[in-house]
């Protein structure tokens, strides 16, 4: 009591500060001791429960939980359902794991102290579906209370199948709670439902080992309690006394359940059925009756008379006293009513075919969720892959496309450059020539159209070197400069008949084509792509832009007037999706503007 004080005084000193982050030490605190010390626990609750008025709906929320566990653990029992129900609503949607168990678990605390077993059932399996054992902080000890208090209402309606499965589970989650205790009564308990099923050898079986752990941890109080258990086993039939007498000797010996005058409480006394018994194998029928009557205590029900009455009856029927055994075998009759234990079957076989009904459908339930889970998650992954192959698929057309386009462009500079450096090779050696033969203004001539030639020779080459090495080009038109340059000029002069030689020659097409590549980059990119122009298109293309005529572009390019026209009405529709001749031109000049 003076710790719980302390812990209570530390505590009002905190809250009397006000800040939240204090409210939330101090539920930590109390939740912290909730285990081991709840009546602490539920001390400091009632603190923090001054301050109520200050709190948020969720915190409010956690502090109810909290001390709705407080006083579960220290014997309050439920009447009203209604406060659990809106606590399971809360944490369904905004709680922790931890705060989503317990509060299943609490429901079906307060459905099992109301009564409704298959209610307390289901509350307890919803507990068990909302945990998340691989979470670091889950609390392994509240599981382990799920399973108990499952195993508690499977024994009280001798479902022993379903009692016996939930103890191992309680068992398993108390020891990884770190509560050896509990994880070893729970174990002791199945050997119960071992003796209620006849297999007592595996009950034996169990206590021994029970009771050999309890002692291993230092439980050596609980060890004796189940030794009980044993003794029951070693006196029903009465064939094992030696053994049960030895269990008895040291029971007396060493609990600390025996008041000053050597009496237990109330609620222990079916030890005295176990000692009468021994006493009735032996023979000392008078002991053996002390000890029977000793079972007695005020308001038993008809199953714990039961051992009394048959104890009784028993030892009076071996003294052939006829009276006490007419009045007992009728107290005894009274205690075994056939109609009350009628009644008890029927209540059982309902009881089980609705706890199989009720897991079987959740069974049912979870499988269809598994399923659908399973259907969407392999519909995702099949768009996924589809979509990958798709990515994988347009990347590498597009990468195809890119290299295909690549080659033919270094194609057309190469060949390019290879006629510019042929022409200049014929030009030098023209230049030789008239060198020799002094013509001055031929040489003149011939000297400009090599600068030109060379000129053009190191662009292609740069440009050819560029592309080789994946450099784009990033060049605009200017055609000014082009219509301005002296190959454009010639051309215009040869439309005109300004010129000795209308017809050019493939040198001067070839400088021609170079000059547009070189001021009008663009453009001349554009023939190349998609259906690329044929290289008649091309030139009549240039003439097209250079203003000259449709007569001379026949005679220019040695070409029926059809040809011509049918020529630009490919690279109209190649160009701009037109089908006709007539607009190639304007189409050509507004694409520069």
């Known amino acids: 009591m003076k710790r719980i004080a302390y812990i209570s005084v530390i505590v009002c000193m905190l809250l009397a500060c006000g800040p939240r982050k204090e409210y939330k030490e101090a539920l930590l605190k109390a939740e912290e001791l ?71 678990y609490l429901l079906g605390r307060a459905y099992t102290d109301m009564g409704e077993a298959p209610l307390a059932i289901n509350s307890y399996q919803d507990a068990i579906s909302a945990t998340d054992t691989t979470a ?20 009280y309606q ?19 709670a770190n509560q050896p205790k509990w994880g070893i009564y729970n174990q002791a308990m199945i050997a119960g439902a071992y003796i209620l099923l006849n297999q007592k050898d595996s009950a034996e079986f169990i206590l021994k080992s029970a009771i050999e752990q309890y002692r291993k941890y230092g439980y050596d109080q609980w060890a004796l309690r189940s030794s009980k258990m044993l003794m029951y086993l070693y006196t029903n039939p009465p064939q094992r006394l030696v053994e049960a007498k030895a269990l008895m000797d040291q029971f007396e010996a060493e609990s600390e359940l025996f008041d000053e005058h050597h009496e237990l409480p109330p609620s222990q006394r079916q030890y005295y059925e176990y000692k009468g018994k021994y006493y009735e194998g032996i023979g000392k029928l008078d002991s053996a009756e002390y000890y029977y009557r000793k079972i007695y205590r005020p308001g038993m029900t008809p199953v714990d008379q039961d051992p009394m009455y048959s104890g009784l009856l028993r030892v009076f ?3 052939h006293q006829a009276d006490s055994i007419a009045k007992y075998a009728r107290l005894y009759c009274m205690a075994n ?31 269809r969720e598994r399923t659908h889970s399973a259907i969407i998650l392999l519909v995702v992954i099949l768009l996924i892959s589809v979509l990958l192959l798709a990515a994988i698929a347009l990347t590498t057309w597009l990468y195809r496309r890119n290299q295909k386009a690549k080659q033919e462009r270094i194609a057309r500079l190469e060949e390019s450059l290879n006629n510019a450096k042929m022409q200049r090779m014929a030009i030098q050696e023209e230049l030789r020539q008239l060198k020799e033969n002094n013509y001055e203004v031929v040489i003149s001539l011939k000297e400009q159209q090599e600068a030109e030639l060379t000129q053009t020779i190191e662009r292609l080459q740069t440009e050819n070197d560029a592309y080789k090495r994946g450099i784009p080009d990033n060049k605009s038109d200017r055609i000014e400069d082009f219509l301005e340059s002296g190959v454009a000029q010639v051309f215009v002069k040869k439309a005109d008949g300004k010129s000795e030689r209308p017809k050019p020659t493939d040198a001067e097409w070839n400088l021609l084509t170079s ?76 694409a520069l503007k």
């Not at 309050?76 to 609503?89: A, I, R």
């Not at 382990?144 to 499977?154: K, L, P």
């Not at 009350?340 to 499988?367: C, F, G, T």
């Not at 001021?519 to 250079?546: H, M, N, W, Y």
């Open 34 to 104: 909730m285990d081991d010390h709840p009546d602490s626990a539920l001390q400091i609750l009632d603190s923090l429960g001054l301050h109520e008025a200050e709190f948020n709906r969720h915190f409010r929320m956690q502090y109810l939980l909290h001390r709705m566990n407080a006083e579960n653990k220290t014997s309050d029992k439920f009447t009203s359902d209604s406060l659990c129900n809106v606590l399971v609503k809360h944490f369904d949607r905004h709680g922790t794991v931890n705060e989503r168990v317990l509060a299943h």
């Open 136 to 155: 670091t902080d889950f609390k392994f000890s509240t599981l382990n209370r799920v399973y108990a208090q499952m195993a508690d209402i499977y024994h």
């Open 337 to 367: 009513d056939s109609s009350i234990a009628l009644k008890d079957r029927d209540v059982v076989a309902q009881m089980s075919a609705l706890y199989n009904y009720n897991r079987l459908e959740k069974e049912a339930a979870q499988e």
């Open 317 to 319: 029927t071996k003294r």
């Open 515 to 590: 000059q547009f590549s070189k001021d009008v980059p663009a453009t001349f990119k554009s023939f190349g792509e998609g259906k690329p122009l044929s290289q008649l298109e091309q030139r009549i293309c240039i003439l097209l832009i250079l203003d000259i005529p449709e007569k001379a572009i026949s005679a220019m390019t040695d070409s029926h007037a059809s040809t011509v026209s049918n020529a630009k009405a490919r690279a109209n529709e190649k160009l701009f999706g037109k089908k006709d001749a007539y607009s190639l031109k304007n189409n050509l000049i507004r």
């Open 158 to 176: 001798l479902l022993l199948t379903n009692e016996i499965e939930a103890r191992n589970q309680a068992s398993y989650y108390a020891f990884r």
